[in-house]
Antibody
Framework: QIQLVQSGVEVKKPGASVKVSCKAF????????ISWVRQAPGQGLEWMGW????????KYTHKVQGRVTLTADTSTSTAYMELRSLRSDDTAVYYC?????????????WGQGTLVTVSS | QSVLTQPPSVSGAPGQRVTISCSGS?????????VLWYQQLPGTAPKLLIY???NRPSGVPDRFSGSKSGTSASLAITGLQAEDEADYYC???????????FGTGTKVTVL
């Protein structure tokens, strides 16, 4: 069945970087995209960006553009989200979700989430 | 900050019908972009509940239905069950932000 399996918990200091992985199983990776969504403690969902599994095209939300880089390795069906210059308000659970090949489709399968804590 | 507004909470007794509103604008719901709904059970990842305004993925009970009118959308849950107690989020695309936007979220409580 379709599964997205994310890497484990991360604890980082302010100013550091974090890279979260999302490995896809059960479907053809290059026929879809991956969106990343984060959720701060007790808060709602916030879309961060999207990457095409087909050609690596990306879109980012203005809020994190410049600090985030999305990449995809088609040989391992794995997507990555790197966030730099971490701040305390980046503390959140980060989710990957399957999206359309061109983006702006629907998030029909989600990873289990990765908790990233930013603290000195 | 969210650009789609939902009520913080709704509640109902088992078997009742509840509705959750999602208010947007002319750059998202009003521009005829798709409206989707997600259910998030405590401590778990969101799950797609409704897409293309009113379509349900395989496995989602027909107790859940979606609709859209103008710049707003709604999710209805009929025959409310204890297992429906969760947070619900609407989502659309916003042309002025050039990306997805989510609603503020609504907690459904089964009395």
């Amino acid at each position: 069945q379709i599964q997205l399996v994310q890497s484990g918990v991360e604890v980082k200091k302010p100013g550091a970087s974090v890279k979260v992985s999302c490995k896809a199983f059960g479907y053809t990776f290059i026929n879809y995209g991956i969106s990343w969504v984060r959720q701060a403690p007790g808060q709602g969902l916030e879309w961060m960006g999207w990457i095409s599994g087909h050609n690596g095209n990306t879109k980012y939300t203005h809020k994190v553009q410049g600090r985030v880089t999305l990449t995809a390795d088609t040989s391992t069906s794995t997507a990555y989200m790197e966030l730099r210059s971490l701040r305390s308000d980046d503390t959140a659970v980060y989710y990957c979700a399957r999206d359309g090949i061109g983006g702006m489709w629907r998030l029909d399968h989600w990873g289990q989430g990765t908790l990233v804590t930013v603290s000195s | 900050q969210s650009v789609l507004t939902q009520p913080p909470s709704v509640s109902g007794a088992p078997g009742q019908r509840v509705t959750i509103s999602c208010s947007g604008s002319s750059s998202n719901i009003g521009a005829d972009y798709d409206v989707l709904w997600y259910q998030q059970l405590p401590g778990t990842a969101p799950k797609l509940l409704i897409y293309a305004y009113s379509n349900r993925p395989s496995g989602v009970p027909d107790r859940f239905s979606g609709s859209k009118s103008g710049t707003s959308a709604s999710l209805a849950i009929t025959g409310l069950q204890a297992e429906d107690e969760a947070d619900y989020y609407c989502q659309s695309y916003d042309s002025s932000l050039s990306g997805y936007v989510f609603g503020t979220g609504t907690k459904v409580t089964v009395l």
